[in-house]
């Protein structure tokens, strides 16, 4: 017996205003693994990750958890009841709140939520600051308390829009390595969208390669650097950094 995948999308298509920006894309991801959807800007990405979290709808084709359908486009199960956790980029900490009321928002049982916390704040390193409101953390701060917060309801899957690029250069690559080790600590699987080949490379598992709507060619990092689809995947990956 094979176990279905953690998350599963079959032949998605969205259109806007008569155009196809997502075009019969399918993909799926095993728990603990991390796949990058890796495209220039406007390919469609942004649109694919919103339709798997259930805010923007499909005209065709189905998402599936678990091996269970949540949405085949008519039907749904709302954004709500998925057991997906989101992390974008300007998915700004609550202000009001310290870091622990940040991390145990999403926490139903608030009996158990003072211990999750706590794991996750050890987990990002940021145990001495539970007390801390938002405005007294750095940048990188906000970002690993973000982290633990889309963590804490324990997700088993993430859908992360370009995490990192609020970040300065000098913090981004310690950033993105104490996620990976997070995630992979928690079994999460894990779609993160990039623009930035480098930072696929770093953290992915599998590469998916987007252009136009369309997956043009997917496998491991090493494979997709070293044995570009065409032209185009060989250029775009020709200004890593
Ligand atoms: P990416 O995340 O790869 O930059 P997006 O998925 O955000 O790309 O957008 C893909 C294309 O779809 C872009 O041309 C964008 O302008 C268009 N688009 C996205 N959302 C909408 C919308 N709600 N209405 C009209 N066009 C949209
Ligand atoms: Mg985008």
């Known amino acids: 017996m094979t176990t279905a995948p953690r998350l599963e ?3 998605i298509s969205r259109s806007f205003d008569g155009r196809r920006v997502v075009d019969d894309v399918s993909l799926s991801i095993q728990p603990g693994q991390v796949t990058c959807l890796l495209g220039p800007s406007g390919c469609g990405k942004s649109t694919t990750l919103r339709i798997i979290a ?8 189905e998402v599936l958890v678990d ?11 709302p954004p709500e009841g998925r057991g997906i956790g989101l992390m974008f980029q300007d998915f700004a900490l609550f202000p009001h709140l310290s870091v622990m009321g940040n991390v145990a928002f999403g926490l139903s049982d608030k009996s158990k939520a003072r211990a999750r916390v706590e794991e996750l704040l050890a987990r990002v390193g940021m145990s001495r600051h539970i007390d801390r409101f938002p405005h007294e953390l750095s940048g990188g701060e906000q970002q690993r308390v973000a982290l ?12 992360m829009d370009e995490p990192f690029s609020g970040l300065d250069d000098r913090l981004r690559d ?4 104490e996620t990976l080790a997070v995630l992979k600590a928690e079994e999460t699987a894990v779609l993160l969208v990039t623009h930035e080949p480098g930072e696929a490379m770093r953290m992915a598992d599998e590469i998916a390669l987007m252009r136009d709507g369309r997956i043009v060619q997917r496998g491991a990092p090493y494979h997709i650097y070293n044995a ?3 032209r185009a995947a060989a250029a775009f990956f020709s200004d890593i950094n």
């Open 9 to 11: 999308i079959r032949q």
């Open 54 to 61: 259930g805010v923007e709808r499909q005209d065709s084709g």
């Open 67 to 77: 091996g269970q359908l949540i949405s085949d486009g008519v039907h749904a199960v």
């Open 148 to 159: 633990a917060r889309a963590l804490a309801p324990r997700p088993h899957i993430m859908l």
């Open 174 to 177: 310690d950033i993105r390595d």
């Open 228 to 230: 570009p689809a065409d």
